[in-house]
């Protein structure tokens, strides 16, 4: 069945830099559209980054633009988060999310990974 599967994440300084990645199985990687968002405590889960499989726009948070690049591999049906200048408020559990690009044929379907914890801290 469908599975997202994080890694990457771990404990790093202000300034530093880390790779998340996301690994996909189990449903047709050419009908969703990849992204990563975060959620703190006490916050709302919030958009980071998607990516369209092809032929869409990339979309950013304004908080991580000109910080996070995020990349899908469609050959290996994953997607990754580069995040640079990473600071104290990027601290959050990181979660990838597949979305189907028209539930209106296919139905609404939306799939999570477990998450993987950022700390940003001196």
């Known amino acids: 069945q469908a599975q997202l599967v994080e890694s990457g994440g771990g404990l790093v300084q202000p300034g530093g830099s880390l790779r998340l990645s996301c690994a996909a199985s189990g449903f047709t990687w050419s009908l969703y559209t990849m992204s990563w968002h975060r959620q703190a405590p006490g916050k709302e889960r919030e958009l980071v980054a998607a990516?369209?499989?092809?032929?869409?726009?990339?979309e950013y948070a304004e908080s991580v633009q000109g910080r996070f690049i995020i990349s899908r591999d469609n050959a290996r049906n994953t997607v990754d988060l580069q995040m640079n200048s990473l600071k104290p408020e990027d601290t959050a559990v990181y979660y990838c999310n597949a979305k189907i690009r028209n539930p209106a044929l296919f139905g609404d379907r939306d799939y999570w990974g477990q998450g993987t914890q950022v700390t940003v801290s001196s």
């Open positions: 990516v369209p499989v092809t032929g869409g726009r990339i």
